[in-house]
């Protein structure tokens, strides 16, 4: 531990916004995941600035947190400064059919505001358990609406500390991709460009939504939500399903006997239990079917 270094974090955020030794399982929905070095959470885009720039000044790994939706923390943490953007960089403003998001807003709390201002195109993501900078990052998407089809513009923070503001043309948005994962960079805020709609069709569409969910998914154990990225042409979870892997288990890291494409913590599930289940069904789906699944969750940190 860097006493300087941690010296310096609490004096930007303050020692209650800092922690050393933080389990990840914590902050994670897989609830997996040892110790961080350093957590840190920011109360402003300028002290988020402060953090990385502290980082880069100290040479000290950092990683930029949501709510840990689609994250797996190995089991011997994380040697660096996990930094939080969630609770409080949240506002949400709506200026007619322009709603304004930090990038901790979570995605649920998003829909609901556009839904209060009658504005559809956002009910997609009312179930997606992320924040507004994680979705915009991979380009999230659920039942065939993706956030490309709404992002109009995204100010992040570069490597460099520089502010930058990404207008629509500039994001380059693929499957699970855009310019500011390939680029490394943060975000802090982001413009939708959404519908007047009418509240009681906007309403009725994300309870419906949110019927499939529950029907299909299994929200009632911790995972990382699809586990697998969909392969070209295929779906991963019939593959898995298919492959006759419906229920496999590595210790309390199992494949979700109502959706194959989730694998869930049972209980007291490792990473490395997630890891090899998933080593396990790739393989096994490869060597049927021809088809390499690649994980759609992201690793991070140190195997124990």
């Known amino acids: 531990m860097n006493q300087e270094f941690l010296d310096r974090l609490c004096e930007i955020a ?5 922690r050393t030794g933080e389990e990840m399982k914590k902050h994670t929905t897989f609830r997996i995941g040892g110790p961080a070095d350093y957590y840190i959470i920011p109360r402003s885009a300028e002290e988020t600035a402060r953090v990385l720039a502290a980082c880069k000044e100290w040479k000290v790994p950092f990683y930029i947190l949501g709510n840990g939706s689609n994250l797996l923390v190995g089991d011997g943490g994380y040697r660096g400064a996990i930094i939080q953007i969630f609770k409080n960089l949240s506002d949400i403003s709506v200026e007619g059919e322009e709603l304004t998001a930090q990038a901790g807003a979570l995605l649920s709390k998003i829909a609901r505001v556009a839904l209060e201002h009658s504005l559809t195109g956002f009910e997609f993501a009312a179930g997606i358990p992320g924040t507004l900078g994680g979705a915009a990052v991979m380009n999230a998407g659920a039942y065939g609406g993706e956030m490309k089809d709404v992002l109009e513009e995204v100010t992040v923070l570069t490597k460099e500390g520089e502010l930058r503001t990404l207008k629509k043309d500039e994001l380059h ?9 390939r680029e490394g960079y943060i975000v802090l805020e982001a413009k939708l460009r959404l519908k007047q709609g009418e509240p009681e069709k906007i309403a009725g569409r994300m309870e419906e939504l949110k019927e499939k ?12 939500g699809s586990t697998f990225k969909r392969p070209e042409g295929y779906f991963a979870g019939k593959l898995i399903m ?16 109502k959706h194959c494409g989730f694998v869930i913590n049972r209980g007291e599930a490792t990473a490395s239990q997630v890891k090899e289940l998933m080593e396990q069904v790739s393989a096994k789906v490869e060597s049927m079917f021809g088809v390499r699944l690649e994980p759609e969750v992201r690793m991070l940190g140190e195997d124990k």
């Open 14 to 18: 303050g020692s209650d916004n800092v």
């Open 173 to 181: 948005m693929g499957y699970r991709s855009s310019a500011i994962m």
């Open 213 to 224: 969910r529950v029907s299909k998914q299994p929200l009632e154990y911790p995972s990382a």
């Open 242 to 257: 298919d492959a006759g892997l419906r229920g496999f288990s590595v210790g309390d890291a199992q494949v979700s006997e």
